[in-house]
C-alpha cells in the first residue's frame, strides 16, 4: 500500500496545474519579454523555495545545537542539498532567460550577485563538512557556521538592493514587471500555486534524502 | 573583566614572544601593496584605489586573523579548564580587533606613500574604515574557531569567511568610494549605520555560537 499523505497529492495536483496553466493560459504582451515572462512560473518559486529550505535547514541547525540529536544534522545536511539544488536551477533558468531578453547570461544584477553568494556560503558548508572526520563534532561545527552564515545572508538580502540604483529584474527600477498591469491578476492565478507547489516539491525530494540517510545510518553503511 | 584582560595580555605576549607571524603579516602586506603599485601604477582612478585598498585589507586581514584560534591548538585544553568560553570569545575579538586595526594603519600609510591619496581622506572615512574593520576581523575571528577545528584550516579560513564577509565589504567599499569622490556625511549616515548594525549580529552571533564550537 503506497503511503501518501495529502500535502504529496496537493504538490502534484499544483504542479501539474502550474504545467499546464503556465504554459497555455494567456499571458500580457509586454515588449521584450513576451511569451518569456512564463518563466516567472518557473524561475522565481525556486527561489522562494531556496530560501524556505535553507531557514529550514538552519533552523534544523538551531535544533541540533540544543538537543544534539543526529537525526536534525541530517535533516539539516539533507535540507541544505535540496535548497543548493533548487539555487542551480533557478541560477541556470534565470541565466537562460536573461541570455534572451537581456542580451547576455551575466550582468552583474544584484540579485544575480546575491544568489551566486548565497551558493557559495552553502558549498562551503559541504567543504566544511566534508574535512571533519569526527561525527559528533562535524555536526556541532557545520550547524554553528549554517546559523552563522544564514544570519549574515539575511542582512545581505536588504543591503544589496540599497547599493544598486536599478537592478535590471522586470518590476524593478522602471522595468515593467508584472505588476504593473491589470492583466497581473491572471498571472497571480498560476504564480502564487506555483510557489507553494515548488516549495513542497522540494521538501518532499528533502524527506525522501532523509529517509534514505536515517535507514543507511542504522543499517551502518 | 579582568581575566578577560589576561587573556589579551596572553594573546600579545605570545605575539610578542615569536615575533616571526607579525613579521610575516608585515612583509605579507608590504608585497601585496608593492605588486598593486607596479601593476596599477600609472593609471590608478580614485574608484580603484578604493576597491584595491580594501581588497587589500581583505586578503591581509583573513592572513593575520587566521591565526587567532590555530595558534591555541596546544593550549586548548588548558585554556578549556581556566576560562569560560564567553570570555576567551571576547578576549578573541578584542585582541583580534587591534591586531588588525595596527595592521591596516601600517598599511593605509604604506598604500598612500605609493599609490598616492585620491584626495578626499577626511574624519569620517577613518571612521567608516574602522567600523568596517571591527566587522572584518569579528566575522573572522569566528571563522578561525570554525576552521582550526578541520583538517586544511588554512583554506577553509578563506572559502567559510569570504562568502560571511562580503556584506560588511561591499558596504564599507561603497560608503568609502562616496566619501572620496567628495560626498556629504549626511549621504552616508544611513550605510554606516547599516554596517553597524551588521556588525552587531555578527559579534552577537559570535557571542552565542563560540560555545558550542568550543566545547566540541
Partial sequence: ?221 | MQEVFELVYKDLKTDWRNRYPVFGILLYLSAIIIISYMSFMNFIKPEVWNALFWLIILFTSVNAIAKSFMQEENRTTYLYFVASPVKIIAAKLIYSNLYQFVLILISIVIFSLLLGSPGNLNAWFFVNLFVGSIGLASAFTMVSSLASKTENNATLMAILGFPIVIPILLMATSISKQLILGAPASDITSDLLTLLSVNVIIIALSFILFPFTWKS
Avoid at chain 1, 71 to 95: R, W
Avoid at chain 1, 161 to 173: I, Q
Wanted: with cysteine; proline share 5%.
Fill in chain 1, 1 to 221: 500500500m503506497l503511503r501518501t499523505e495529502w500535502w504529496k497529492w496537493l504538490t502534484m495536483a499544483l504542479l501539474l496545474y502550474v504545467f499546464v496553466g503556465g504554459l497555455l493560459l494567456p499571458v500580457p504582451r509586454l515588449p521584450i519579454l513576451n511569451e518569456t515572462i512564463r518563466v516567472l512560473y518557473f524561475h522565481v518559486p525556486m527561489w522562494f523555495g531556496m530560501i524556505a529550505l535553507f531557514t529550514a535547514s538552519c533552523i534544523q541547525a538551531i535544533k541540533y545545537l540544543s538537543k544534539e540529536q543526529l537525526t536534525n544534522d541530517i535533516f539539516s545536511v539533507q535540507l541544505a542539498e535540496v535548497g543548493i539544488l533548487f539555487g542551480i536551477l533557478g541560477m541556470i533558468s534565470g541565466m537562460f532567460w536573461a541570455n534572451y531578453t537581456w542580451g547576455e547570461p551575466w550582468s552583474s544584477d544584484p540579485k544575480q550577485n546575491m544568489s551566486a553568494i548565497a551558493l557559495l556560503i552553502y558549498f562551503a558548508y559541504f567543504v566544511l563538512r566534508g574535512s571533519i572526520k569526527d561525527e559528533q563534532q562535524r555536526a556541532k561545527i557545520s550547524a554553528v557556521y549554517n546559523i552563522f552564515a544564514f544570519a549574515t545572508l539575511i542582512p545581505l538580502l536588504f543591503i544589496l538592493p540599497r547599493l544598486a540604483e536599478d537592478s535590471l529584474h522586470p518590476g524593478n527600477g522602471g522595468n515593467p514587471g508584472f505588476n504593473a498591469y491589470d492583466l497581473d491578476s491572471q498571472m497571480r492565478l498560476v504564480f502564487y500555486p506555483a510557489v507553494i507547489g515548488w516549495a513542497l516539491l522540494g521538501f518532499w525530494l528533502a524527506t525522501i534524502k532523509i529517509r534514505y540517510e536515517i535507514v543507511s545510518e542504522k543499517l551502518g553503511l
